[in-house]
């Protein structure tokens, strides 16, 4: 059966707060249908968007005093990456796998946002619609990260599918841990570096290659029948997003609204098909202070519009549409974030009463 979201408000994973409770309390008061569990980058290094998710990999080394993280390849890793693959294969194997993918569990170590939202979807006592979860994608991870030399672990192929696998498992571990409390659960793989693709830095990194890093990322969240988000706060091909296998593509409309449209033939099969498009139409910057809830209606119907003469039909990107903030709201002033997400919620309100929804 195809999910038809009708305006749904969710929200990107970074917020900028201190106190995890409250960051949590956010979510679940503006995000009422998808509530999300928060990252928290100011509470430490632990947060940041790659660490947060490098538990479990084998010969990562963190450095608090230099605030990074990196791959030791220096040595023997023969042993570590035979224990990693075989808790791969025996929660992964198509056939025998057990799914039990704890083995790359994150713990409050590493997120003290997921521990407080899963008490708090206890104590509701009841399945909300849909929770949303996140990872970071596995181009944008690898990319990022580096090794003992500082070259991108991306280019070394033993540890990129490394990255993959373990992406993947904590993807369903997440998954697993909401199906409680949820419907449906979401999950969105950051790519923020895809914006960059195409370009002269990352001109050895190919297309087909990454289509295939999402879609082992998407095939393991589809595994638990969660519904797969790929998000992009930049311009970037967002066909390879639809070839991928994605369900949800989610993009900054605020800035790069119109780039959705250059894709015309993509987008109209990919709705038709039962994909949705998330729409980031609230900006996550200080462009938040000047936003009404009709300056934003106004700008989300011209993007939508825009695509109407396209030749896709309107009711359907409206059934098939999703509302979120442009990016994470993890370095915004506070305050600031807090409008981010009353205006997302506010904006869902009024564009489903427009539509009948």
């Known amino acids: 059966m195809t999910t038809k979201p009708k305006f749904l408000a969710t929200g990107i994973g970074s917020m900028p707060f201190t106190d995890p409770e409250y960051a949590v309390g956010v979510s679940l008061s503006h995000l009422t249908e998808a509530p999300f569990w928060p990252q928290l980058p100011r509470m430490g290094l632990n947060e940041q968007m790659e660490i947060q998710y490098s538990e479990g990999m084998p010969c990562v080394q963190i450095d608090h005093e230099k605030g990074r993280m990196y791959f030791n390849t220096s040595g023997d890793y023969s042993e570590s990456f035979a224990e990693f693959y075989e808790a791969y294969m025996t929660a992964m194997d198509p056939d025998s796998g057990t799914g039990d993918c704890s083995y790359v569990s994150i713990t409050p170590e590493f997120s003290r946002g997921i521990g407080i939202m899963e008490k708090r979807l206890q104590m509701l006592n009841k399945k909300l619609p849909f929770v949303k979860v996140q990872v970071t994608g596995p181009c944008s991870f690898a990319l990022t990260i580096v090794d003992e030399n500082k070259r991108a672990i991306y280019y070394n192929e033993e540890f990129r599918d490394l990255i993959i696998k373990a992406l993947a498992m904590k993807a369903r571990w997440q998954i697993q841990k909401f199906q409680p409390y949820a419907e449906k659960v979401i999950c969105f793989i950051d790519e923020p570096i895809l914006s960059a693709f195409g370009s002269s830095t990352y001109i050895s990194v190919k297309r087909d290659d990454v289509v295939s890093h999402l879609s082992e990322v998407i095939e393991a969240i589809h595994q638990d029948n969660g519904i797969a988000g790929i998000h992009c706060c930049g311009n970037t091909e967002w066909s390879i ?62 993007m939508i519009d825009n695509l109407v003469s396209k030749g896709i039909d309107k009711q359907l990107i409206a059934e098939q549409s999703i509302l979120t903030p442009s990016c994470g709201t993890g370095s915004m002033n506070p305050e600031d974030a807090e409008k981010v997400f009353e205006m997302v919620s506010a904006l869902s309100k009024v564009m489903k009463i427009k539509y009948g929804f």
């Open 241 to 302: 997003l639809i070839d991928a296998g994605v369900d949800i593509v989610n993009f900054d409309a605020f800035g790069f609204g119109e780039t959705i449209a250059i894709y015309p033939d993509a987008v109209k099969k990919f709705l038709e098909n039962g994909g949705m498009l998330a729409w980031g139409v609230v900006p996550t910057s200080i462009a938040i202070r000047e936003q009404t809830v009709e300056t934003l209606t106004a700008h989300l119907e011209k």
